[in-house]
């Protein structure tokens, strides 16, 4: 059964620092990896997708990693902002699950002082 | 906005009660799913629906009824809840092409519910 786990479970930072959130996840025969966004009392935001044979993924300020073999992900911020502060959920798909399940981790919880 | 919306946004209930829970997706999707989503625990997937027809039940109990009238609506009938039923539960959807296909779930905001 696969499981996800993120570390750490909550991070303080001040403004403009770089931050790294970690993800794992223990069986490898995964199909894709996404990292998503929630904001307090809002749903999930979809902010990269690495496919398994990708190794990374850039948008904007945001670079996610992907190493399949280890079982990790990193999602990487750079120059953080005060409205980066929300919770990040990792999840992957399983390569040999129909359908578009996908498994989550409980989040890292980031707030990012000014 | 993502183009799924969720009605009631806040809801409290007591155990004997029956409510439902409203989704619906503007986006053209094909595939509709329900998450819980506890405190500290992370998002558990409940039902999913593709082509309105349920393939996934995830171990779910008999209080939880889903319903899926066509692909652009999901409801989650609720009746004799308990108090740990309290949680934020999430409706996504997403364009299924079959086994294989690259897609994204889009989420919609939740409903808190709370059962006294």
């Known amino acids: 059964k696969q499981e996800v786990t993120q570390i750490p479970a909550a991070l303080s930072v001040p403004e403009g620092e770089n931050l790294v959130l970690n993800c794992s996840f223990t069986?490898?025969?995964?199909?894709?990896l996404q990292w998503f966004r929630q904001d307090p009392g809002k749903g999930l935001t979809s902010l990269l997708l690495?496919?398994?044979?990708?190794r990374e993924q850039t948008s904007g300020r945001l670079n996610a990693s992907l190493d399949k073999s280890s079982g990790r992900s990193t999602l990487y911020i750079a120059a953080s902002q005060p409205g980066d502060s929300a919770t990040y959920l990792c999840a992957v798909r399983n390569t040999m699950e129909y359908g578009n399940k996908l498994v989550f981790g409980a989040g890292t919880i980031l707030r990012v002082k000014s | 906005e993502t183009g799924v919306t969720q009605t009631p946004r806040h809801l409290v209930m007591g155990m004997t009660n029956k409510k439902s829970l409203k989704c619906e997706q503007h986006?053209?999707?094909?595939?509709m799913y329900w998450y819980k989503q506890s405190a500290k625990k992370p998002l558990e997937l409940m039902f999913v629906y593709n082509f309105k027809e349920q393939t996934e039940n995830n171990s779910v109990p008999s209080r939880f009824s889903p319903e899926c009238p066509n692909s652009s609506h999901l409801f989650l009938h609720l009746h004799t809840l308990q108090p740990e039923d309290s949680a934020l539960y999430l409706c996504?959807?997403?364009?299924?092409?079959?086994?294989?296909?690259?897609?994204?779930?889009?989420f919609g905001p939740g409903t808190r519910l709370t059962v006294l």
């Open positions: 069986d490898s025969a995964i199909y894709n």
């Open positions: 996504a959807s997403s364009q299924e092409v079959g086994r294989g296909a690259v897609d994204t779930q889009y």
């Open positions: 690495i496919q398994s044979s990708q």
């Open positions: 986006l053209g999707h094909n595939a």
